[in-house]
């Protein structure tokens, strides 16, 4: 079956501008996750969703992040106001149940200029 | 403070060899997690553990988890080269609706032919 999938697969912005990174989960599953690593480090939890609602988004930097799942399947992250320190690929997880095994997706490689 | 710190970091090995990496947290936790990253891509799910004891193995590769002494390790028997990447453990902290998921920093692994 279909694994998850993000698109677009790289995204080039300028500093200041707006962004949305888009997550496919595997159907069926109800936990999904965002994560962003930089190069040399392990990935940094963003936040988690359990079905629709944002089960913790302690993770997200400031209030320029934010991330909806509006029908439990499909979540897009948005950042505003991009800054060169968002660059890092940006990764997105499912899991069959909270917290069970996640499948990672191939992730976004953002690059602000 | 929630930390996950592994060891080594780098480790270069010969085919044939076994090998431990190492995986310390410091907070109660009953879910541990181990990941394979190749150069590029994302993160591919090894092992999931989820008790006291917990034992797992798929090939060369066997996972353990003492939650008591707060650390796991990823045994590597009779290394080959195809065995080579970066492995990342992660370790869940469930607290009150403050849930997070923090990974370690990584241990590159090279196994020499």
Known sequence: ?113 | ELKVEQNPLFLSMQEGKNYTIYCNYSTTSDRLYWYRQDPGKSLESLFVLLSNGAVKQEGRLMASLDTKARLSTLHITAAVHDLSATYFCAVGFFMNRDDKIIFGKGTRLHILP
């Open chain 1, 1 to 113: 079956g279909a694994g998850v999938s993000q698109t677009p697969s790289n995204k080039v912005t300028e500093k200041g501008k707006y962004v949305e990174l888009r997550c496919d989960p595997i159907s069926g599953h109800t936990a999904l996750y965002w994560y962003r690593q930089s190069l040399g480090q392990g990935p940094e939890f963003l936040i988690y969703f359990q079905g629709t609602g944002a089960a913790d988004d302690s993770g997200l930097p400031n209030d320029r992040f934010f991330a909806v799942r509006p029908e439990g399947s499909v979540s897009t992250l948005k950042i505003q106001r991009t800054e060169r320190g968002d660059s890092a690929v940006y990764l997105c997880a499912s899991s069959l149940t909270g917290w069970g095994e996640q499948y990672f997706g191939p992730g976004t490689r953002l690059t602000v200029t």
